[in-house]
């Protein structure tokens, strides 16, 4: 057998596969943890990634979340947003409001943000391409209300280099991409000291990478802009403390803990003795983390479709997808007739020729919606 990443797995492991003892956690270079208790002192940040439809209809859900214990906010906002569309775009068309919530002026970030205490609960949002417009439209909308800057706490996302090598979605080349990226960097650590100006992401995992190739891929962006700031003058103890890291977490939990090991180890002997970081904050891997999607089945478990008496039930093209819910391609089996209550024909695959564009839009500079417009039969 083999890890995902490879490496064989031996029957049986023993004393002798250890090797050198690590330090204690908490101590330098932190393999075993950046805190000498970890979460037996301090229980982690707890965030459902939440967002559609209207900002009132998020709000309503952030304010359900928050009720039932839940200690922080992450937004989820649609690819418009992420893109720098107005809703109202041609190009928008078919993705308002889906995968996240719609924001186009700061009247929804206030109307998003209503009678949520922003200086007691932080908002990490996954936002990449316009996260300087939508972390200033935050801003203002905590200061309307009263928040002063000390208080305003969360994270932006704003890896624009892991969107270059694997999620695509990116508005600039990647050299004005990184100075926008590192000019909200600079800003931030000078103004507001409670927000973590970037999260750098392992969405490689996702696009296909092993565990070592993740972290291989997610260190060396986060050198890039650690260079980057070091060359416009910042001293790294400067805004080291304040570098955020964003992991995928699967179900091959050794290979993984063996993975959180060396990213730890590795980035903290980098701060040190490369990069001249004099202090133990500046050292240590922040990291959040999440459940891989490719990891999971591509079915969920649950009752399954029964057909009603209104309809036939030997109309095979009449049937829902064998598919999970939030799938809007029919199944790949074979159907009977086309009958009038069915919105797919048997003899005109369309979904197939829609899945090949998308996939072919993901490695391209067009979205998923523009890809479809411009790609139409």
Same mark, same amino acid.
């Given at each position: ?272 003795? %490369?990069?001249?970081?004099?202090? *133990?904050?500046?050292? $240590? #891997? &922040? ?7 490719? @990891? /999971? ?45 069915? %919105?797919?024909?048997?003899?005109? *695959?369309?979904?197939? $020729? #829609? &899945? ?7 490695? @391209? /500079? ?12």
């Amino acid at each position: 057998m083999k890890t995902r990443s490879g490496i064989e797995i031996k029957p049986v492991y023993g004393p002798g596969d250890v090797g050198e003892t690590p330090p204690a956690p908490g101590e330098f270079p932190y393999t075993r943890g950046i805190h000498r208790s970890m979460y037996l002192g301090k229980l982690w940040t707890m965030r459902q990634y939440a967002g559609f439809g209207t900002p009132r209809e998020t709000n309503r859900r952030f304010r359900y979340l928050l009720e039932q214990g839940q200690t922080g906010l992450s937004l989820a906002l649609d690819l418009p947003t992420q893109l720098g569309l107005d809703a109202d775009d041609p190009e928008a068309e078919g993705e308002v409001g889906k995968v996240g919530v719609s924001i186009g002026s700061l009247a929804d970030m206030e109307e998003l943000f209503d009678g949520i205490p922003l200086e007691r609960v932080s908002t990490s949002m996954t936002i990449n391409a316009t996260a300087p417009i939508l972390l200033a439209m935050y801003e203002l909308a905590a200061r309307k209300r009263g928040v002063p800057d000390e208080r305003i706490s969360g994270t932006v996302q704003n890896d624009l280099l892991k969107e270059f090598g694997a999620r695509g979605a990116w508005l600039f080349p990647i050299e004005q991409s990184m100075r926008l990226a590192c000019d909200l960097i600079e800003d931030t650590v000078q103004r507001l000291p409670r927000m973590n100006p970037i999260s750098i992401a392992s969405h490689y995992r996702d696009a296909g990478a092993t565990p070592a190739e993740e972290m291989a891929y997610t260190l060396s962006a986060a050198r890039a802009y650690v260079e980057e700031l070091l060359r416009r003058g910042l001293p790294a103890d400067r805004f080291a403390p304040r570098l955020s890291f964003f992991f995928y977490t699967y179900t091959n939990f050794f290979e993984e803990v063996a993975k959180y090991r060396a990213g730890r180890r590795i980035w903290a002997q980098l701060l040190r003795d %490369r990069y001249g970081a004099k202090e *133990p904050e500046s050292w $240590r #891997l &922040r990291a959040a983390c999440v459940c891989g999607g490719r @990891s /999971r089945s591509t079915t969920s478990p649950g009752p399954r479709w029964r057909p009603s008496p209104s309809r036939a039930p030997e109309c095979r093209a009449c049937s829902p997808p064998r598919t999970t819910r939030r799938s809007r391609f029919p199944p790949s089996s074979p159907r009977g007739p086309r009958c009038a209550s069915s %919105r797919w024909s048997p003899t005109r *695959p369309r979904w197939r $020729r #829609l &899945r090949t564009r998308w996939e072919a839009a993901s490695s @391209s /500079r067009l979205s998923p919606t523009k890809w479809r417009r411009r790609s139409a039969p």
